[in-house]
């Protein structure tokens, strides 16, 4: 009988224990894992002493084995080997075997006799755990003893976790072999198993015997249960390294020589199929490219199974090809490699060979994303918003605090307009009932500026009522550039976050992408895009804030959701735009954008939406809107001339008495002298019932001047101003103003004599009909512009203007004070004479030369002598208006000369 026989040899002692295994006699018997004993080294020794147990272990740290050895399986060992297949047991042998490992230990390759053979045992280790190799305190040794440690107690034929045990089962009985090493190699989930064989024996019946046998009865390791363990000869030298190399399933082989000086052959891919076919599928045969100058010559083999290439790695690293097989004359050595295979990356090629296809699908994708994440945040933070829920004045507490301390100011501020809101009462109320009532049209309040149209409407008419959102246009028109627009935008209805800055940067980014590909990207939004989609996420916040208050409960909890907000106009939220029409140059775009978003939210009654506007002209751009519907108008003028001193008087009697004067500074008198509201009749007509003047009056009349000496200061300033904006800075203001100084001056001129003037009168004066400056050629348009600038007022009949006036009441008296200037007068009366004398001369340079066009003719006939006698009639005429305004022109170079 056969058998297998496990070996150990003590260095220290020099003791040799010899381990006889039988499958039949150990039947039952446990194979425990114990301590490590370092020093151990495998050889083939005398086998007639025993000793209590067995280790067996690669000087090194690469492999320990434990084998227990009791007296009762001693006494009944059968003879180690047969008469047929004797081993040598001399212990010459001692030295030589130890000289072995340790050669092997510093080469890094096995030592194989004539008589021996190196098998390579795949899976027999769990490759997942070579990651473990990468740090230095690693070995195959410590790894090896750590996996020992589940070696399970039970008997011989019961379940081990050992690897190595499977190397022990894996080994027929019945073949004539001694294991004499074990190298486990972790990072291919192997081990190296030399075994020792008597001469007759051939290493390639060994290999058959193995394979039948792990065919017949296949190993399956606790890691592997689908996969069995494998066995092969090795036919080459293994390297035995432990560099930070990783099996691969593409194998590099290199064809160098085998003794340095001699040539190697370059094997082809037939040679190479028939060698590496047996270790497993080869997927693929890559030969070195023709033109490479790389050397030595190599060949990549790709297998479509890890475990196959790492078999043949093993196996056939260091093998010497013979001349009968292609090697050459002298033999051509295979060196063997794993190849780290770079992934294609092919769907990253494609992506970067696309852009045009990548970029516009990329772009989608991150608006949706952005849609998806920060839109509900930006809903959620516009009804916080309009809803003031985190406004620390709307809490209970404060107004609560505020009550039991109570704010003077605002009491008496609150006080003294009542007499205002007594008068408007009416137009409160009828404000009230539009909004308690079902609308899908617009409510426009105008108005003057400074006349309370926002007063009167969020502290009035909107008191006590909590879904308001108020929109400021006159900080979105006036911000500069587009990211700030959006900003203040985005801030006026709580929209936030807003990446305004983010619009600089995906413009940069279309740029460059279209600069190289020919395709707009798409990243980059213009200003029509961003105030859309701001519009649009506040209109879906207003409509869950209307939506807010209803429940299942409800009786008419049934309706669609437009149906319950045209029941219930109440539960709308109120949408008021304020200073529409700001300004009107350049920024039609925000304007337009706001009409249309109103237009939509009434229209699907979302919410009340109130205009307030100074501008006359604003039914355009809100008609444009709203073609079908007729607005709600409530016109707020100025206050009559007994509610306006009324509003005074009750200013200063809520102020109390003016503070004293220290004493020896007048007194009583002093102070009865400022209390004296002589004269306030007539400084409130002067001022008119605009409602800023009457509070600028009142509180300069509170400082201690009288109502006289108050208006005059006012009327002096707001002259100055007039100067400054209209006559003096005029020019320096470019092209962008569609009117020249000259026709501010004329209308000041004339509007100082008349109340009012027709429209039509002012269009056809010198100073519109024939302006030589190009920016206020078209009269119409410099009418409007100057309305626009509160200079003048327009007043229209039946849609067409009629009336000019004065653009407050204010005005007039300081149209007057201009006039009075003779300094100012005389300069300004210049400048427009200038204007006409060139205006003048353009007609006689015009009547000039079409004369000397006629007189160049070749003779004179009777048709052109009417034409000929009508531009020397209107030569005549230029030339005597030009005599005369020369006569004008001396006169106020006098009085510039003379005055002040």
Known sequence: ???????????????????????????????????????????TISLRQSLPATFVRRKGGHALLRRPLCRAWQSTVAPLTPPSTPFPSSPASEPASSSSASREQETGHFDVKPNESLFFFENVFPRKLSF????????????????????????????????????????????????????????DGGAFVKVQHDASTSPSDIEAKLLETLERRPLKPWFSPFRGVKARRVKGTPWLEDLYRFPSNLIKVEFVPPEPGAMAEELSEETLYSMFRRYGKIADIVPQPFD?????????????????????????????????????????????????????????????????????ILAALLAGASVMIFDPIRAFFIKLHVSHSLRFTESRLYKWFKSRTGSLSRRRNADGLNTVWNHRRDLIEQLRNWLDGSSDTFIVVTGPRGSGKIEMVMDQALAGRKNVLLMDCKPIVDASGEAGTIKRLASAVGFRPVFSWANSMSSLIDLAVQSTTGVKAGFSETLDTQVSKILHTTAA???????????????????????????????????????????????????????????????????????????????????????????????LGDLDREVAKNLVVSRLAQDGPPRAEPSGRGGGDETAKRMDLTGLDECVETLGGRLT??????????????????????????????????????????????????????????????????????????????????????????????????????????????????????HQAAFALLVADRVLRAKMDMAVVSEMAKAEAKTIDAVETELSVLGRLPRQTLETAGRVTYLLSKLDASQRRIDELDRQMVGLKKVLAEEY
Request: hydrophobic share 40%; aromatic share 6%; glycine share 6%.
């Open 693 to 810: 003047d009457l509070e600028f009056l009142s509180r300069r009349i509170r400082a201690g001047q009288t109502p006289r000496q108050a208006v005059d200061e006012i009327v002096s300033e707001t002259a100055t101003d007039i100067v400054k904006m209209f006559l003096v800075g005029g020019r320096a203001a470019g092209p962008d103003r569609k009117w020249s100084p000259e026709q501010a001056w004329h209308l000041i001129k004339s509007l100082a004599d008349a109340p009012s003037l027709r429209y039509h009168q002012v269009l056809l004066s010198p100073a519109f009909a024939a302006s030589t400056s190009s920016s206020a050629a078209d009269g119409e348009a410099a009418l409007e512009a100057l309305a626009g600038a509160e200079l003048i007022a327009l007043t229209s009949h039946r849609g067409r203007p009629k009336l000019i006036s004065a653009g407050k009441p204010l």
């Open 1 to 43: 009988m056969t058998s297998l026989a496990w070996e150990l040899r003590t260095p220290s002692s020099g003791n040799h224990t010899a381990v006889h295994e039988r499958g039949a006699m150990i039947s039952g018997r446990s194979l425990a894992t114990a301590t490590r004993y370092p020093g151990l080294v495998l050889s």
């Open 292 to 360: 490479s100058k790389v050397v030595p010559k190599y060949a990549q083999v790709s297998f479509a199974r890890l475990s196959d290439a790492i078999m043949a790695r093993n196996c056939m690293h260091g093998f010497v090809v013979a001349e009968p097989m292609g090697g050459g004359k002298s033999g051509t050595l295979l060196r063997l490699s794993y190849v780290k295979r770079v992934k294609a990356h092919s769907i990253w090629n494609w992506l970067t060979s696309h852009p045009r296809i990548v970029i516009p």
């Open 132 to 187: 473990l190799l990468r740090y230095p305190t690693e070995t195959d040794g410590d790894m090896t003893a750590l996996l020992r440690r589940f070696h399970s107690p039970a008997g011989g034929g019961g379940f081990s976790l050992d690897p190595i045990s499977f190397v022990k089962r894996a080994v027929p009985g019945d073949l004539p072999v001694k294991v004499t090493e074990i190298v486990p190699r972790l990072k």
């Open 541 to 635: 916040a207003l409509k869950q804030i209307a939506l807010s208050a209803r429940s299942k409960h409800d009786k008419d909890a049934q309706l669609s959701e437009d149906a319950y907000l045209e029941a219930h106009p109440e539960k709308r939220p109120v949408v008021v735009i304020d200073n529409y029409l700001h300004k009107n140059e350049g920024m039609t775009i925000v304007y337009d954008k706001l009409a249309d978003w109103a237009a939509s939210l009434v229209q699907n009654k979302v919410a009340h939406v109130i205009f307030l506007t100074s501008d006359a002209s604003s039914s355009k751009p809100l008609s444009r809107a709203m073609p079908d519907r007729v607005f709600r108008t409530l016109p």
